[in-house]
């Protein structure tokens, strides 16, 4: 958690009351004070660019919706006040009530996701493929003005603070490369637009400055839910060193990216319930 977020969110659904986009201010701290200023007109009435002030205390929330279900609040800031100081650390979930991904696709669900404060954005990513669907969507949105980041070493279009792009129907393992921090958010398509493969989902992806060299996790244990993956990526180098949970992992599963041959990427079947992964560059 942190005291400055960048919201990744998605569009509502146009139709049906109620299922707009949103984020969601949870508090730690007794008098948190948050300056929000979001980048669409929300349900409460406060314009687009407009910054608003909430005082919250320890375990309180705070909802903002998008007035609209066709706009997006991607690109809004939550940020605590000098007078709340560094010490006041808040979590903010973001996405939407339900919706289409890309817009259009069936089937509607909510996506949600627990954002990374701004100081850990990075400028290294990583997307890979979903095993199962047959594509995917990705958005990159930047911090800073004037940033400046390729996709496979291909120049893309200079982003402003809170400004994004978003890349429909991707099929392939990408390396997304910039000059300045950034976040990059992962979804799910809907099945008519991802191979019947289900519905919508939201990832927000760690930056490669963010990698850990031990994890330890659980996959929901389900009847109806039977498959099970978890993807992977290392440095091209070390994918003789992954061992998931206990076992060696054969080099042969990996694939190097294309546009980046110095890491790869994988995805493994998994058993229900808990596992750990490990490898020592990260």
């Known amino acids: 958690m942190g005291t400055q977020y960048r919201a990744q ?3 509502g659904l146009t139709g049906l009351s109620g299922l707009n ?37 320890s375990g309180q929330t705070f909802q ?19 007078s709340s100081g560094s010490c006041r650390p808040f979590a903010v979930f973001s996405g939407s009530a339900c919706t289409n991904v890309p817009a259009g696709c069936f089937a509607c669900d909510h996506v949600f ?12 990513f990583f997307t890979l493929p979903w095993q199962g669907p047959t594509s995917y969507t990705y ?6 003005n004037g940033t400046v980041y390729t996709v496979d070493g291909v120049a893309q279009p200079v982003l402003n603070a809170g400004q994004f792009q978003e890349v429909n129907y991707a099929t392939q393992a990408r390396c997304i490369d910039s000059n300045a921090p950034i976040s990059v958010a992962q979804f799910m398509q809907g099945q008519d637009c991802s191979g019947n493969s289900g519905d919508p989902a939201l990832l927000i992806l760690n930056a490669e400055e963010q990698k850990i060299s031990n994890i330890s996790f659980a996959t929901v ?23 998931l949970d206990g076992a060696a992992v054969p080099t042969t599963s990996f694939t190097p990216y294309t546009g980046c041959p110095t890491h ?11 596992h750990s992964i490990s490898c020592p560059t990260g």
Request: aromatic letters at 6%.
């Open 64 to 82: 903002v919706q998008a007035q609209n279900a066709t706009d997006d609040l991607t690109g809004t800031t939550i940020i605590g006040t000098p």
């Open 113 to 124: 996701e627990q954002n990374l404060p701004s100081n850990v954005w990075g400028k290294k």
């Open 21 to 57: 986009s949103e984020l969601l201010i949870v508090a730690t701290k007794d008098g948190t004070q948050i300056e929000i200023t979001p980048s669409v007109t929300t349900l409460g009435g406060v314009p687009g660019g407009t910054p608003f002030i909430v005082n919250l205390d």
């Open 264 to 274: 790869s990427w994988a995805n493994l079947p998994l058993t229900q319930g808990s």
């Open 221 to 243: 244990q389900s009847t109806a839910i039977t498959n099970q993956f978890i993807g992977v990526v290392v440095e091209t180098a070390s994918t003789n060193l992954v061992v």
């Open 9 to 11: 969110c998605y569009y």
């Open 139 to 144: 958005r990159v949105m930047a911090e800073n």
